[in-house]
């Protein structure tokens, strides 16, 4: 449940964009986007506890930064 808490502080409101296998854990990892403007924001893994968020120039449209966080 705690991970849930930290992916909506961090990523805030999202739905699934798609789903592969964790290349850690081998369980689901989950990418995410955005349900308005349907930008890309992060993935996770809730089996690892893992996830990063995508920050993307808005001018160039490519990732500038990467914040990644595991436990």
Not at 25 to 31: A, I, L, M, Q, R
Request: with cysteine; glycine share 8%.
């Amino acid at each position: 449940m705690y991970f849930h808490y930290l992916l909506d502080a961090t990523l805030g409101p999202r739905v699934i964009y798609y789903v592969i296998e964790c290349s850690v854990c081998g369980f689901d990892e989950v990418y995410f986007k955005s349900p308005e403007s349907g930008e890309l924001l992060g993935r996770a893994c809730a089996n690892c506890n893992c996830f990063q968020k995508f920050d993307f120039d808005k001018n160039v449209g490519k990732k500038t930064q990467l914040h990644h966080k595991c436990s």
